[in-house]
């Protein structure tokens, strides 16, 4: 649930959030609009990306591989945040339509009708969300492999951006590519930020942490300035807690301790200055906190599994975006 005023001490806070989110390429479109026809069975394999699902009319049981059942019913939105193989159905004993390669080449939203003719139908959008550049993994890692968001009365957001998503692909126009991966973008950050309204106290890691009145100031002043030598006592003092009590208490928040969240900041930091400008490898080290080059590049090729030099060289020669593939949608029996 969103909350439309927002206090400025929040707003502080989720400052963090939106340094993240605007340094990863976050992408994606609307893939299929089905139409689904008791009985019927939808089976969707694995992808190296997130896939959200809206139920926009009727029920349906969704299916992980690990064997966990979700019974949605309408107005639902699902994210299968890890893209694992999963199923949807009305009834299991019917003989499932395989998307054997949900990749598409076209903007183009991609009808398909399955199951009998005979109503109530079931009628539900898929999508998907691509995504690259450092710390979005640990955004993505925290979430659960099954989001699911349920409708609530101020959640008029969703259906907004989906019926802008269905009209932009219905037309093929200048720029449509762009016009759908923007949407997707701020698709993404509302359903982030609705999870994060739904935590309770302790849930959700770093990003919980983040309107902890403690931590929430500590991950602030790590993120504007992961080059300090930030120590316990340090920060304790500056949002106002003892050394003990600041470590034990950002450690069972965040997930990690202290000194290991300062140096994948400080990677995640390097690693998007290597690939968004042309400083020094030396620069960028000082830059992070290091003296020297060689001590960054043995702590940045133990993190990345590259030296920064070929870091550089990679993430230019793919031009850093995540690759969905350009092949044609299968559908086989």
Known sequence: MLCPI?????????????????????GGTLL?????????????????????????QGSATLALEQGEEIQMTEGDFVVITRGEPHVFYSDRRAEPLRIADIERSSPRLGFLRHGSPAKPLSTMLCGNFTVSRPMFGSVLELLPPVLLLKPTADRG???AILRRMMSESALERPGQGVALSRLTEVLFVEVLRSWIASLSPGQGGWIGAISDPHIGPA????????????????????????????????????GQSMHRYVIERRMAEAAFLLETSDEPIARIASRVGYETAAAFSKLFHRHHGHSPGRYRASRRADGGYAQSGNSEVHVSD
């Open 219 to 254: 991950l602030k002043l790590i993120h504007e300035s992961p080059e300090q030598l930030w120590t316990l006592s340090d920060l304790g003092r500056r949002v106002g807690l003892g050394r003990s009590a600041f470590s034990a208490r950002f450690t069972r928040l965040v």
């Open 157 to 159: 957001w969703l259906e």
């Open 6 to 26: 927002v206090h400025r001490s929040n707003l502080d806070r989720m400052d963090i959030l939106t340094q993240v989110l605007d340094r990863v390429r976050l």
């Open 32 to 56: 299929f609009h089905f139409e689904l026809g008791h009985p019927w069975h939808l089976e969707l394999p694995a992808r190296p990306y997130a896939l959200f699902h809206y139920l926009s």
